[in-house]
């Protein structure tokens, strides 16, 4: 009992150690910056739409119906609205940091059933500090929410196949059932591709037998249904149709955005799984090379990672972050390398030589970062990051000659945080100000609501509604010279947003009395009076 205890009181050590480390990690880039155009506007007016009119169950955008993604994750931000009570960056990116670190959690927690803990517990912070995983949780994005609910069914799978206890295949579709709701196809089509595949190379399609097919399938379609009814009576047979097919099944087949090629994934990867991508391979090197009698746990593992790559390279179309949900597996993958090598089960080299390499690469890539961006020196700004990965080189010979390498392991880790909190700190601020269109559009409150100006229109803003967080009006967008020249012949006295780039072609078009009356980011706002 007192073992029992103890094996208890670490996991919870190890627990609290997980959240607050990833706390740390993601927080601070949350604190100090606004919503970033697009994506961020876009989701947060999405949410106040939702709120503001009360269709819970079809997504608005401008006041046009918004078919790209289901309601559940504007749910998500409307609570945090609530909680947090503004549609700040820190408040909408709340569900991604949280999700992220009940996904750490997870990985935690499934290591541990073929990993000592402290290998478990590294693989949590390698997926917390790999760099698209790290990227997508300090931003407003319902992937995270979506790959919460796919790694727990995965888990809940293996557990039930592994205790075999097959009540928790129940769960499996469940959690499934509420991926798919989130965001769609990618909520089963993950676990539907990783299950069958790893069932075949362990020899073992009997199992499907128990896993409660039937029942599965209507809790499945159940939670599915419990949106998808409500959002046909509500948005109509269209609503459903551009939603389903279009937006989801369309994107796979014969996509209309985001086609790239079939290697795309494995020209990106070695980036986004960064600084793990060295590790990553060499893992992949000792298991195929020495690992003949791979262990289940092993196979499914493999499976999560291989599998879901393959079937989304053969789709058209492509982003990073539709792989996402396989990172929690490479994370896996790479602790089990740790944990050969320092019990001699693998070479050293192994380890030794990717760590050294990553330091070596990243550090020489410091030289190439360019010294001017958006105004700024943002060499400079990387200095504190420089400065650790010169000390990482000093210390490793040290470390690697008193064989301390899970100590070498932790540098990368080190590395992560110096970034993350360099990030945080000094560029995510002026980064902010760069691309923040808060002040323009408090501005543009202001006229509307203290000096009555009604006509604000902008020309080739490209999805203007999304202001609207912060000017609590839509504005229109004329997007065509024409357009603008009929809108301001109709109106004596309005206001434009523009760039400065098209306000220097197009300027010649106001014959009136017309002024630049405020200008942030690049943008103008043209007070335009017909005499």
């Known amino acids: 009992m007192h073992f029992l205890k103890d094996g208890l009181k670490q996991n919870y050590i190890y627990l609290l150690i997980l959240i607050i480390f990833s706390t740390i990690l993601f927080v601070p880039s949350t604190l100090d910056r606004d919503l970033h155009y697009r994506d961020e506007l876009r989701y947060t007016e999405v949410a106040r739409e939702m709120s503001e009119t009360g269709d819970y169950f079809v997504p608005h955008l401008g006041g046009e119906i918004y078919t790209d993604k289901p309601p559940f994750y504007f749910w998500v931000l409307i609570l945090a609205k609530n909680i947090f009570g503004e549609y700040s960056a820190a408040a909408m990116a709340a569900p991604s940091i949280i999700s992220a670190i009940i996904i750490i959690l997870l990985t935690f927690y499934f290591a541990k059933s073929f990993l000592e803990k402290k290998y478990s517990f590294l693989a949590g912070i390698i997926l917390a500090t790999t760099l698209l995983f790290f990227s997508l949780s300090i931003f407003v994005r319902m992937d995270l929410l979506m790959m919460v609910f796919i790694v727990a069914s995965l888990v809940s799978f293996f557990k039930a196949y592994q205790q075999q206890k097959h009540y928790l295949y129940l769960l499996f579709y469940l959690f499934m059932g509420i991926a798919t709701a989130i965001k769609g196809p990618a909520g089963f089509l993950i676990p539907l591709v990783i299950i069958p595949g790893f069932l075949v190379w362990d020899n073992n399609l009997k199992e499907l037998k128990q896993m409660k097919l039937f029942k599965g399938a209507l809790i499945f379609i159940s939670v599915i249904l419990l949106w998808l ?89 492509k982003l990073v ?43 020489a890539a410091y030289f190439f970062v360019p010294e001017n961006i958006e105004g700024y020196n943002l060499k400079q700004l990387l200095n504190p990051t420089f400065i650790f990965m010169i000390v990482s ?139």
């Open 393 to 531: 080189l000093l210390v490793f010979l040290p470390l690697y000659l008193k064989k301390k390498y899970l100590a070498l392991v932790y540098l990368l880790t080190a590395l992560m945080l110096i970034f993350s909190l360099n990030l945080s700190f000094l560029i995510v601020p002026l980064a902010s100000q760069n691309y923040s269109k808060k002040p323009i559009s408090e501005e543009l409150k202001i006229l509307r609501e203290e000096r009555n100006i009604k006509n604000i229109a902008a020309y080739k803003f490209g999805q203007p509604e999304t202001l609207a967080v912060y000017t609590d009006f839509f504005i229109q967008d004329v997007g065509s010279k024409n357009s603008l020249i009929n809108y301001l012949q109709q109106n004596e006295e309005a206001v434009i947003l523009i760039s400065e780039d098209n306000w220097r072609e197009i300027k010649d078009i106001f014959k009136q009395k017309k002024e630049v009356i405020y200008h942030s980011n690049d943008y103008n706002l043209i007070y335009h009076l017909a005499n």
């Open 229 to 317: 009814i409500p959002a046909f009576i509500f948005g109509g047979r269209e609503y459903i149709y551009s939603l389903v097919v279009l937006q989801t099944f369309g994107r796979a087949v014969d996509s209309f955005a985001h086609n790239e090629p079939f290697y795309y994934y494995f020209m990106t990867l070695p980036v986004t799984l960064l600084p793990w991508t060295l590790l990553l391979v060499s893992s992949f090197v000792y298991l195929f090379k020495y690992n003949e009698n791979m262990s289940t746990e092993l196979k499914f593992i493999l499976s999560w990672f291989i599998l879901p790559l393959i079937l989304f390279s053969l789709f058209s179309g």
């Open 321 to 363: 972050f539709y792989l996402l949900p396989i990172y929690p597996a490479a994370a896996i993958l790479t602790a089990y390398l740790c944990r050969q090598v320092i019990a001699e089960q693998a070479d050293k080299r192994f380890l030794v030589i990717p760590v050294l390499l990553t330091i070596v690469i990243i550090t």
